[in-house]
């Protein structure tokens, strides 16, 4: 069996378990007769999802038809598939899935304690417009976030503990600038990202000209030097984690450098400085 064959055979098996689990009363149909297997049948869920019974077989069989995300849509909706099944659904039929789209719930305490466990190494928690949401004790010592802008691009283009290691910031300044947009592009309707491109577009000339370039980059792992007040360069390996149980946060990670002393510094600031 080839994938592509593998791929249709899922496909099947995926959308009549999907039906049999939706009744004729859930989805506003009369319950008719005594019916042989559970849930709509085909001829329903085509009507239902506006396209033509002999089509939505053809779909169901996996035959090689052209699929439309339009109408994946309505089928996603008449069998009331969640956003997982959803884009499960597109990866089967042969399109790429759309962008998750979020879960706007509160911060919980899970989260917290997910951060909290990377202790005694920083680590933030950043929405989809890189806004700080939540932070470690190791991360409130070592950057200050106390005092750290709201917005961690707008930090890393004004604040001056990045600024001053001018070398260093040159250097990695494209590659956030490059990973912000691949970030951006997965949010196409989040206002507060705009905001933020817009207000640097204004206020920052580095930010502008290298937004103008259009340069796309995954965030990988980058290397971040840090002028903290008290213990002086820190140097850090940072990671940027997505979380699939929440796509619209985002988990950083900030691993001291090896072959530095600023593990060193941080445990000195989490048993010795006051609070900054």
């Not at 496909?11 to 009744?23: G, I, N, P, Q, Y």
């Not at 089928?75 to 499960?88: G, I, K, N, S, T």
């Not at 008290?230 to 990671?239: N, P, R, W, Y």
Request: hydrophobic share 40%; glycine share 6%; proline share 8%.
């Amino acid at each position: 069996m080839t994938p592509g064959e593998g791929r249709r055979r899922d496909l099947r098996d995926f959308l009549v378990s999907r039906r049999a689990r939706v009744s004729p009363a859930s989805a506003g149909l009369p319950a008719g007769g005594r019916r042989r297997t559970p849930g709509l049948r085909r001829e329903e869920v085509a009507v239902l999802a506006g396209v033509s019974p002999g089509w939505y077989q053809w779909l169901e069989q996996g035959r090689e038809i052209n699929v439309s995300a339009q109408v994946l849509d309505a089928v996603a909706r008449v069998l009331r598939l969640d956003e997982a099944e959803r884009r499960h659904l597109y990866t089967l039929a042969g399109l790429n899935p759309p962008p998750p789209t979020g879960h706007p719930h509160a911060y919980c305490d899970g989260l917290q304690r997910l951060i909290e466990a990377w202790d005694p190494k920083p680590a933030t928690m950043l929405d989809a417009s890189w806004n700080h949401v939540a932070w470690n004790e190791s991360a409130r010592l070592a950057l200050d976030m106390a005092q750290a802008e709201r917005n961690c691009l707008v930090g890393f283009f004004h604040d001056p503990r990045f600024r001053c290691r001018e070398r260093a910031w040159q250097d990695l300044a494209p590659t956030v600038v490059a990973a912000f947009r691949a970030a951006a592009a997965e949010q196409p309707r989040d206002h507060d990202i705009h905001d933020v491109v817009s207000t640097l577009g204004l206020t920052s000339p580095e930010f502008a000209r290298l937004w103008a370039r259009q340069d796309v980059q995954a965030a990988g792992i980058w290397i971040n030097e840090v002028d903290h007040p008290v213990v002086g360069t820190l140097t850090f390996e940072s990671s940027h984690m997505r979380l699939p149980a929440r796509p619209d946060l985002i988990m950083v990670l900030y691993n001291p450098l090896p072959g530095t002393d600023t593990a060193d510094k941080i445990a000195w600031l989490r048993t010795t400085a006051a609070p900054l």
